[in-house]
């Protein structure tokens, strides 16, 4: 069994940073593709990024590519999501996820089922 634990959400300005951090629990962390999702509200659960185990391949969605950035540090077993150049429309829950076979790859990626574990979202509020 995986926890994983977000945290960094909060309010920023438009044209603003974040650094989102996942941090999870188990021994075999370096082992797993780590994800990001976001939800707005009224909208359905939307891929974002992911990384694949041992710190290997990274996807974005065409949405913040070019914006964002997944890395991952396996001492510290946890997985970051920094953002740049926030829109009011990056405003969501941002979820991180865990799948257990340490690969995903688009397209397959961007679909929830794909994943084991979730954590329980930090808020991102970006204002105009």
């Known amino acids: 069994q995986v926890q994983l634990v977000e945290s960094g959400g909060g309010l920023v300005q438009a044209g603003g940073s974040l650094r989102l951090s996942c941090a999870a629990s188990?021994?075999?962390?370096?082992?797993?593709?780590m994800g990001w999702f976001r939800q707005a509200p009224g909208k359905e659960r939307e891929f974002v990024a992911v990384?694949?185990?041992?710190?290997?391949?990274?996807y974005y969605a065409d949405s913040v590519k070019g914006r964002s950035t997944i890395s991952r540090d396996n001492a510290k077993n946890t997985v970051y999501l920094q953002m740049n150049s926030l829109k009011p429309e990056d405003t969501a829950v941002y979820y991180c996820?865990?799948?257990?076979?340490?690969?995903?790859?688009?397209?397959?990626?961007?679909?929830?089922?794909?994943?084991?574990?979730w954590g329980q979202g930090t808020q991102v509020t970006v204002s105009s």
């Open positions: 990384n694949n185990w041992s710190g290997g391949s990274t």
């Open positions: 996820a865990a799948r257990g076979t340490g690969w995903v790859y688009p397209p397959e990626a961007k679909y929830t089922k794909m994943y084991d574990y």
């Open positions: 188990g021994r075999t962390f370096s082992t797993y593709a």
